[in-house]
Nanobody
Framework: QVQLVESGGGLVQAGGSLRLSCAASGRTFSGYPTGWFRQAPGKEREFVGYINWSGGSTYYADSVKGRFTISRDYARNTVYLQMNNLKPEDTAVYYC?????????????????????WGQGTQVTVSS
């Protein structure tokens, strides 16, 4: 059974940084894409970023491009979301997502329906 566990959330001032982690058990991240999404109170879950099956390609929502970076540590079977220059509008619960489709492209990778596995989420709060 595949399980994803996020960690690293917290309270940070605007302009600060956080690094979220997504650790997998039951399946390796290697060879499969991973997505990051977020959900603010009263809003739908939205796409944040995507890393492809090889780890060689990433894609980001316009709202975070240039500030957020996704990376992988194969040895730890963990995917990271580095978030810099955080803004109050980044406040949300952040989720990582996994899929059984190794060649899911970035276009489909922006959709929540493309992912079969979800973590429990980690809260990120950015104060102004």
């Amino acid at each position: 059974q595949v399980q994803l566990v996020e960690s690293g959330g917290g309270l940070v001032q605007a302009g600060g940084s956080l690094r979220l982690s997504c650790a997998a058990s039951g399946r390796t991240f290697s060879g499969y894409p991973t997505g990051w999404f977020r959900q603010a109170p009263g809003k739908e879950r939205e796409f944040v970023g995507y890393i492809n099956w090889s780890g060689g390609s990433t894609y980001y929502a316009d709202s975070v491009k240039g500030r957020f970076t996704i990376s992988r540590d194969y040895a730890r079977n963990t995917v990271y979301l580095q978030m810099n220059n955080l803004k109050p509008e980044d406040t949300a619960v952040y989720y990582c997502a996994g899929t059984n489709q190794p060649y899911l492209n970035y276009a489909l990778g922006t959709a929540t329906a493309s992912y079969e596995y979800w973590g429990q989420g980690t809260q990120v709060t950015v104060s102004s």
